[in-house]
């Protein structure tokens, strides 16, 4: 379940200048050497993550293929509740730091100025209708995404440099909040705020 | 032109046609061919639905497919079990008691649990592949184009062999509809779709009927209005869509028999809005697709009990026409000739889009 970081060569050109910035006088490490840091310790809190929510799945029972809908969504919410209950006290930044946020944020920030317009409007458009159906949807750490809301397309361009994540979790995009999202039980896990740029949505 | 209406009657009178309750189907019906339907933005659970559904299962009596496409929107709106029962089992009710099997893509509105359901087909995957007959099916998510999932599909697509090659996901990646193409998809799946040969590929997402002229020796179709209509939101004869509809729901039904792929279009009122047929490629770089769009009121004359048996395919004479693209490669374009003579396929780079004509396009339907 290892979490492999697959950013491409100019994010990580970006990401270096901020962090040699932040190192500044400050004593610290290469920055490569810390972004590696920074990286590693999100891919330990995600592999935490699935490791506790892998349990709980096994104790609501797998899914099985020959189940019912209604078995199948009763699973589902099982599986959410349990996992609610268990990180009661979660928080926004337990998985994605601060640190890890100042990268991510950099990296989304950097591809979106390379995107055209074109482009920044077609997934503008996958935000409005999001919004449209769902205006005062503000996504929050153990709420179950909105059922019936569509799950705006997520930039295909995007994801390659994103840190890859395990099968259990997916990036998704709300407004200008980036969320980690448990497919099977459909609770958000964790939030970041303002790492998608606002001055192309709506 | 004179010259072509031979030609043009000589499709319709080489097409096994069968009617009943006014919908005609324009496809050979062979014993041993695939038969399938296509449906897009079906799951709406409201009267559209139902009423589509209806024509569906007519056609079915007639024409009958064995699978279904289904191209994402499987479920609008809530997704427990009464939604998925008057979403898609209810409607489709006549179709699944006949045992035909639906094959469903995930859309935008589609929770990705759903491919755990089990008449979805989707054996636990958000992306699969699935053969029929002489037919490779490749279905993606493309709502979460992840790395991954390319991996896979190039690692499936080389393997494919010499089979039909057919994609289908929800997000088009050529249309002229108002939300226009996911060019981002565009820019990962049509490299690897050129280089290993992907012959058809429907889409849904936009609520309209189109089909597009022939990009890069690939034949798309956006067919997302089983349910949903965006009523005139289609630029038919104009930019890269060779034939729209958009004054009513729409479906298809497609027939793969050998080396030629028959379509038909048909609205939620049971007319045929467009049909033709596509050829398999026949090599890495030199591909043949020939369109055929019928000229509908031609058609009307043409009545055969559905019980004749059925004729071979249509034999056709074709123009040929061949377009250099740039970088270097020569792609055959083959045009099938009917009574309307059309300009060739124009190259994939966009003209920007004309203000569509008001109305849209009444005038190429034909109600049978």
């Known amino acids: 379940m290892a979490l492999k970081s697959r950013r491409g060569a100019i994010a990580r050109l970006g990401m270096a200048g901020i962090l040699a910035a932040l190192s500044i006088g400050c004593g610290r490490k290469e920055p490569v050497d810390r972004d590696k840091e920074i990286f590693a310790d999100y891919g330990k809190r995600v592999d935490a993550y699935v490791s506790l929510r892998n349990r709980l799945a096994d104790s609501v029972g797998p899914l099985d293929p020959k189940m019912s809908q209604n078995e199948i969504a009763s699973r589902s919410t099982k599986l959410a509740n349990a996992i609610v209950a268990a990180r009661q006290g979660a928080k926004q930044g337990d998985i994605f730091t601060p640190e890890v946020s100042a990268i991510v944020a950099t990296i989304i920030k950097e591809e979106y100025s390379r995107r055209p317009q074109r482009i920044l409007e077609t997934r503008g458009d996958a935000q409005q209708e999001l919004k449209d159906e769902h205006p005062d949807f503000v996504p929050r750490i153990n709420q179950s995404y909105p059922t019936g809301a569509p799950l705006a397309t997520f930039p295909a361009s995007l994801l390659p440099v994103l840190p890859q994540l395990p099968k259990e979790l997916e990036y998704r995009i709300v407004t200008t909040y980036l969320i980690l999202r448990d497919i099977e039980a459909n609770v958000i896990v964790d939030i970041m705020p303002r790492a998608v740029p606002d001055e192309k949505l709506p | ?368």
């Open chain 2, 1 to 368: 032109m004179k010259t072509l209406a031979p030609i043009g009657l000589a499709v319709l009178a080489c097409t096994w046609t069968a009617s009943l309750a006014g919908q005609t189907i324009a496809l050979p019906n062979r014993k041993s061919s695939e038969k399938f339907v296509v449906i897009g933005d079906a799951g709406t659970g409201d009267k559209e639905q139902y009423a589509v559904a209806a024509t569906i299962t007519k056609v079915h009596t007639l024409f009958p497919f064995t699978f279904a496409v289904m191209l994402g929107d499987n479920l609008y709106g809530g997704e427990r079990p009464q939604d998925f029962a008057n979403k898609f089992e209810l409607p489709y009710k006549a179709l699944l008691d006949d045992k035909v099997e639906f094959n469903a893509a995930l859309g935008n509105h589609d929770d990705p649990n759903q491919r755990y359901y089990k008449p979805f087909n989707m054996g636990g995957e958000r992306y699969r592949t699935y053969k029929k007959g002489n037919i490779r099916f490749f279905i993606l998510d493309s709502n979460y184009l992840d790395p991954d999932q390319v991996k896979w599909l190039e690692k499936e697509l080389s393997a494919s062999g010499s089979d039909w090659k057919i994609a289908y996901f929800h997000h088009p990646i050529y249309t002229t509809a108002s939300r226009g193409p996911e060019l981002e998809n565009r820019k990962i799946l049509e490299p690897l779709f050129v280089k290993y040969g992907v012959d058809v590929v429907f889409s849904g997402h936009e609520h309209i009927y189109e089909r597009i002229w022939p990009q890069k020796g690939i034949q798309y179709f956006t067919a997302g209005g089983a349910a949903k209509l965006n009523k005139g939101d289609t630029r038919p004869g104009q930019d890269i869509t060779e034939v729209g509809f958009a004054t009513d729901r729409s479906f298809m039904i497609v027939e793969v028999a050998g080396d030629t792929m028959f379509f038909q279009a048909i609205s939620g009122g049971g007319s045929t809005v467009d049909k033709g047929v596509v050829a398999r490629h026949l090599g890495p770089d030199t591909k043949k697709v020939a369109t055929a769009p019928a000229a509908p009121d031609t058609l009307k004359a043409v009545t055969a009990s559905p019980a004749a048996p059925p004729r071979a395919p249509p034999v056709v004479k074709q123009k040929t026409t061949t377009v250099t693209k740039t970088p270097p490669k020569t792609i055959t374009t083959t045009k099938q000739t009917t009574t309307k003579a059309r300009t060739p396929p124009r190259a994939t780079t966009a003209v920007p889009p004309k203000k569509p004509p008001p109305g849209d396009w009444g005038g190429r339907v034909a109600h049978l």
